[in-house]
């Protein structure tokens, strides 16, 4: 199978921007081609979907909407009532054999791995840098960490998650890949008077 | 350079050991860090710094803050110039370029001074009675020298140089100043663990305080405060920050001056930033402005108001005058003339109230002030400077005329006619202040939920009270928070400061009579906009009486100042016109911004070509490189054509439209929305959103599909394919996309709940391309080994997946252009990987690439509809695909589109059109009408009866000026056109009423823009292989 090309190819380059700091006030990096897909389900049988993914997947369904859970590899997020995301950096075997025993009963399956550019923010002028156009409160008490929000950052619609991490502030943020180059853009516009460095593809 | 001639010797809140030097008017003069413009104009003795709006009379520095009427000026130049900025607030820094405004040939000689001379004659509404006619035009010719003679500072045409940030902020409780009441309010909840956001206009937190001088207790109160606000993590402080808007949902818009006490902004430094705060609760602490007094000649440079005068002395250094006057009904002024004593100037003051408390008059005597009790300043004398003032006997109960008692020289007249309490912020939320007889001051009236008023803002008088209040604010702002218990210890914060002095109550004064035996001077109230208290008479008297026509009358408080130092003064006399009290005058209405705001801060970085963000196909990058032209599709960045070297767009879409009729042409479809339509209930839901039926159509096939709005008007179209039995993969146009997706949303979470469908954009998902042309199948051939794409393996309609090597493609044969065609979709990531295979692929197949216009071309020759057909008025029926709709099912739309005027036979329906003669122009939108009404307008203006036969548009002589002698919205209209490569002529699709009934007539196309009348003949929208033969061939 051909590499997926990033949507970012032409104008991604690692290295210092902006503001010259000692440590940089923000890292910015793209995150590599991902499996993403997702489930809808149905109201009748949704609970039960959501207990066979435990038993076979060993990993929690998150039961509030914006919130996600994450086993090794593998995050699920609840972007919906009945619709959820799965989301992993490898190919996960026992995922696909599950979503493939699924039948439109049992609720449907959209393949959107292409669909999302993936970009990880993250270090002290995190939040600064994203709240320059999301107009989401991210400090921990409103924002903690698992949780996710759907949002707009400069008109663009973008999903903003904020991973767990002992010692860093850091957000994932999943951008329409058409958008990608004229978020990446803004992104960088914001994060220059912060000092950010952007960071190799990983 | 010249001496600071005026700074003190000692004290002030300035740096001395920063010297930084600047230029007003050219001149340079030397300032230090700590100074604002004015405050340096101030200590080299500078008085006159601008001239008035209307009467260019010379006007010095009024105040020392964003109330500034006067000192207005332009600063700095190129692509930073910015007028209009008050000298009040701008920071000194080193190498500051200021100029004066509204003045030639200079400030001090300003020829249009002559103006001022016939200032009776130039009253309000002078305009309006003057420039009224002799027609109806003639405005338009006035207004350009008058606006020339009036105005302020004069704008620029250079691109800013600055760039600008946005920013959202959140916090529990938004306090709003940071005098001793904000500081205090901060404090309070911060030591309860409210996340606060403290913010100050100034660059230094104190308000008050630092301005202060001697007073007991201030100074350390406020260092002390400063500490402990240091140590509060949760208490964010944002100076040089003004909250200018209050909006619902407790948002507010904020402006942040990164960079504008800079001489430039540091690399990567915005120059501004522009907040929007949401908070739970917000405390005004906002302070109180002063109010002038109103007396002849009130605006001769050296007339300050005495708060100012302190602000000057005792923060900045720097003495108005040394023989000053100052002119007071209330206590506040006092200290302002035992401030100019202790620096050294001669004093007098002048109180309009006879009697003051002992402890005054004992404070002035230790100072040595000479007191003018029960007096008033009658006018004030001099050129362009205050020389003297003349002192009258008043009575504020009785106010009348009364000779000259005496004239005292001076240098300085310091006034203070009260405070208003800075309410602006509750009144955009809708709550009105009301005037208090008491405090002589419109006071808050009803607080809107989630506000608290503090300190000066809620009338608090004094270091003491105003702590006090800001403690209770703060108190009550945590307990709302659900911060009721208790938090982080703390120091009392009142505890041990002095009470505040007797006060004798304020005498409230609206205007001074001028003095028996003198001429009338010019008494303003509202000194940036030159309006007088006569003006307020003269609209009174004219019949403007409510107060919201009296602003607009007299354009009283408009402008930069927003009427800050006017509005109150003007009820006032207003009052007194009306024989009313003030509180039945009634008060204009308060609006965002409540300082002027740049519309480069509101922009922010959304400039060029990020206006609005860019969605770029998979496919850009080489568009790019190709050197293709972008044209935009909701967002989208579409390539429009690829020009040869030296080609003209025609010359490129054409040679691109006739290639793919002659050979294959390969273009960016991934524009295209596209929405997975999936669940057992899938082909139900099509069925009902669309005209047609889609229940039957099998796996593996396409259908083209119609869906309208409720009310039956056509919302938009594409192809729906059936992937697998409860898969359907939809598309839609470019800019519907988003249109029909919300649509579906909506049908599936409001009317239809119970059904088992979910949709899915996936627009980001595929990249598309469509390969058209009669080599088309050649070129897929070449690249897609596991497809049969023979008409029996794929035939029209068909739809197939397979493989380009290692890329996954789904093919869908359908056409846009009336070839044999293909559209290809595979996952984004690889579509540039595909698009590639297929180029070079295409080179033994004679393939080009092409862009929208050329797309455009091919579907207008093959008669299909597009955006300029789907424009929101139109039916199946107008588009002539009424028997598309299927009678055996109801649809969305369906019921609707049967309505009288939707079914009506003479609604215009789709045809084809090409010119009559093969002259003149074909443009979409021109209106299309029926020769015989050509003279409809002639016979309307009873003018005689024309020849029943309209003359031909291509005769000689014929001229299409003038008219087309059409009138009202015909009977049709052209939707789309283009130069035809296959035929070889213009070719248009219109709406016309009769639709093909009229074909082969002729009928005129008017397009008034271009005074514009084109002969259009009627034909067939189907102008290449209407058979359809292309297509499988």
């Known amino acids: 199978m051909a590499d997926a090309l990033s949507a970012l190819a032409s104008v991604y380059d690692a290295g210092p921007v902006g503001v010259t700091r000692a440590t940089p006030g923000v890292t910015l990096q793209e995150r590599p081609a991902r499996n993403l897909v997702q489930l809808s389900g149905w109201p009748e049988n949704f609970d039960t979907i959501c207990d066979r993914i435990a038993a076979l997947l060993g990993i929690r369904v998150p039961v509030d909407c914006l919130t996600v859970t994450t086993h090794d590899d593998l995050s699920i997020f609840r972007v919906g009532p009945m619709r959820l995301w799965f989301v992993s950096d490898t190919n996960s075997t026992r995922l696909s054999e599950f979503l493939g025993t699924l039948e439109a009963k049992d609720g449907v399956v959209t393949e959107i791995n292409h669909s999302r550019t993936v970009l990880r923010i993250r270090g002290p002028e995190a939040r600064t840098v994203l709240n320059r156009g999301l107009p989401i409160d991210l400090e921990n008490g409103a924002f903690p960490e698992h949780v996710f929000v759907q949002s707009v950052i400069h008109h663009i619609p973008v999903l903003v998650h904020r991973l767990a991490s002992p010692d860093d502030t850091v957000f994932d943020v999943y951008v329409p890949r058409e958008y990608a180059r004229s978020f990446w853009e803004w992104l960088i516009n914001a994060a220059e008077p912060l000092g950010g460095q952007v960071l190799e593809v990983c | 350079m010249t001496r600071q001639s005026n700074r003190l010797q000692s004290g002030g809140r300035i740096d001395r050991s920063k010297p930084l030097s600047f230029s007003f008017d050219g001149k ?685 008007i056509v919302m938009d179209d594409g192809t729906t394919s059936r992937i697998s039995q409860d898969h359907y993969f939809m598309t839609t146009t470019t800019g519907g996309a988003g249109k029909v997706m919300s649509h579906l949303e909506f049908l599936l979470q409001t009317a239809w709940p119970d059904l088992r469908v979910h949709v899915t954009s996936v627009t980001s998902q595929w990249a598309g391309m469509a390969i058209a042309g009669p080599r088309s199948r050649e070129v897929l051939e070449g690249v897609i080994s596991d497809i049969d794409l023979s008409d029996e393996g794929t035939p029209f309609m068909g739809v197939r997946h397979g493989h380009a090597g290692d890329l996954p493609v789904r093919v869908l044969r359908i056409s846009f252009s009336g070839e044999r065609a293909y559209e290809v979709y595979t996952p984004a990531g690889y579509g540039m990987a595909l698009w590639q295979r297929l180029l070079e692929q295409g080179k033994s197949c004679d393939m080009c690439v092409y862009g929208v216009e050329a797309l455009g071309a091919l579907r207008i020759e093959k008669g299909h509809v597009a955006g300029g057909e789907l424009e929101g008025r139109t039916t199946l029926a107008d588009m002539g695909l009424g028997r598309m709709a299927s009678t055996k099912k109801p649809f969305i739309g369906g019921a609707l589109a049967q309505r009288e005027g939707m079914i009506d036979p003479d609604r215009p329906q789709l045809v084809g059109l090409e010119l009559a003669n093969g002259a003149g122009t074909l443009r979409a939108g021109a209106i299309l009408c029926d020769p015989a009404a050509r003279y409809t307008r002639a016979i309307a203006r009873g003018g005689s009866i024309p020849e029943p036969v309209a003359p031909n548009p291509a005769d000689k002589g014929f001229t299409p000026g003038n008219g087309s002698g059409h009138m009202g919205h015909g009977i049709g209209f052209v939707s789309s056109v283009t130069w035809s490569p296959e035929l070889n002529r213009n070719i248009a699709l219109g709406y016309v009423s009769g639709g093909m009934a009229r074909k082969g007539e002729q009928i005129d196309a008017v397009f008034p823009m271009y005074d514009e009348l084109t002969a259009v003949r009627v034909t067939s929208p189907h102008f290449v292989d209407p058979e359809g033969e292309r297509l499988h061939g």
């Open chain 2, 28 to 712: 340079t003069y030397q300032g230090y860090a700590g100074d604002t413009l004015a405050s340096a104009l101030v200590a080299n003795g500078v008085r006159l710094v601008g001239r008035s709006f209307k009467y260019h009379r010379p006007r010095g520095i009024l105040t020392a803050g964003i109330e500034e009427p006067n000192a207005l000026v332009t600063m700095r130049g190129g692509a930073r110039h910015e007028p209009n900025v008050a000298a009040t607030k701008a920071e000194l820094y080193d190498g500051l370029e200021a100029v004066s405004q509204n003045r030639w040939p200079s400030l001090k000689h300003d020829m249009m001074s002559v103006v001022g001379l016939f200032s009776k004659l130039f009253a309000a509404g002078f305009y309006y009675k003057t420039f009224m006619g002799p027609t109806r035009g003639a405005w338009m010719v006035y207004e350009h020298f008058i606006r020339k003679a009036a105005g302020m500072g004069d704008p620029t045409t250079v691109p800013d140089a600055d760039t600008y940030e946005k920013a959202h902020g959140f916090c529990d409780l938004l306090v709003v100043g940071a005098g001793p009441a904000g500081l205090a309010a901060a404090i309070t909840a911060g030591r309860r663990g409210l996340r606060v956001i403290l913010v100050e206009d100034d660059a230094q937190l104190g308000g008050s305080l630092l301005e202060a001088g001697g007073d007991a207790g201030a100074g350390e109160w406020l260092q002390s405060a400063l500490i402990e606000l240091d140590a509060l993590p949760n208490v964010r402080v944002m100076t040089r920050t003004c909250v200018f808007g209050a909006y619902d949902g407790m948002t507010f818009a904020l402006i942040e001056r990164v960079s504008d006490h800079l001489k430039e902004p540091a690399p990567f430094q915005p120059r501004q930033r522009y907040w929007r705060i949401r908070a739970e609760r917000a405390i005004l602490a906002s302070g109180q402005i002063e109010r002038p007094l109103v007396f002849g000649n009130n605006d001769l440079p050296g007339v300050m108001l005495a708060g100012a005068v302190r602000t000057y002395v005792n923060r900045h250094a720097a003495l108005p005058g040394r023989k000053a006057v100052v002119f007071t009904n209330n206590d506040s002024a006092y200290a302002t003339a035992a401030d100019l004593r202790a620096a050294g100037a001669d004093v007098s003051l002048v109180d309009v109230r006879s009697h003051i408390s002992g402890d005054l008059r004992e404070r002035m005597n230790r100072s040595g002030v000479e007191l003018h009790l029960g007096c008033a300043v009658g006018r004030a004398n001099g050129g362009r400077q205050v020389a003297s003032v003349d002192i009258v006997p008043f009575d504020p109960a009785r106010p009348a005329r009364a000779a000259i008692r005496t004239r005292l020289t001076c240098d300085l007249l310091a006034v203070s006619g009260g405070w208003t309490p800075t309410l602006h912020l509750m009144g955009q939320r809708g709550a009105k202040p009301v005037y208090d007889e008491a405090s002589a001051a419109l006071v808050a009236n009803t607080i809107p939920e989630g506000f608290d008023i503090a300190g000066g803002a809620a009338g608090e008088d004094g270091l003491k009270a105003s702590v006090a209040g800001g403690v209770r604010a703060g108190e009550a702002a945590a307990k709302a928070c659900g911060q009721d218990g208790q938090g982080a210890q703390g120091r009392p914060l009142a505890d041990g400061l002095a009470d505040a002095p007797e006060v004798t109550p304020i005498t409230p004064v609206w205007q001074i009579p001028h003095p028996l035996n003198t001429r009338a001077r010019k008494k303003f109230v509202d000194l940036q906009h030159d309006v007088g208290a006569e003006d307020l008479e003269l609209a009174q008297r004219e019949g403007y009486v409510s107060v919201e026509h009296t602003k607009r009358y007299t354009t009283l408080g408009m402008a930069n100042d927003q009427g800050k130092t006017s509005n109150l003064n003007a009820l006032g006399i207003m009052a007194g016109l009306r024989g009313q009290p003030i509180a039945e005058v009634g008060t204009t209405t308060f609006r965002p911004p409540y300082r002027p705001v740049s519309i480069g801060v509101l922009t922010g970085p959304e400039t060029g070509l990020h206006f609005k963000p860019s969605r770029r196909s998979p496919m850009h990058d080489w568009h790019e490189a190709q050197g293709a032209d972008f044209t935009t599709t909701g967002l989208w960045l579409r390539p429009w054509y690829f020009p040869n070297p030296g080609e003209t767009r025609a010359e490129a879409y054409i040679r691109e439209a006739a290639h793919v009729r002659r050979a294959v042409g390969m273009v960016d479809v991934s524009s295209l929305g596209k929405i997975d339509v999936q669940g057992p209930d899938a082909a139900e839901f099509l069925n009902r959103v669309y005209v047609n039926g889609f229940k039957k159509l099998p796996v593996g096939k396409a259908r083209y599909g119609v869906m309208l709005r409720p009310d039956g």
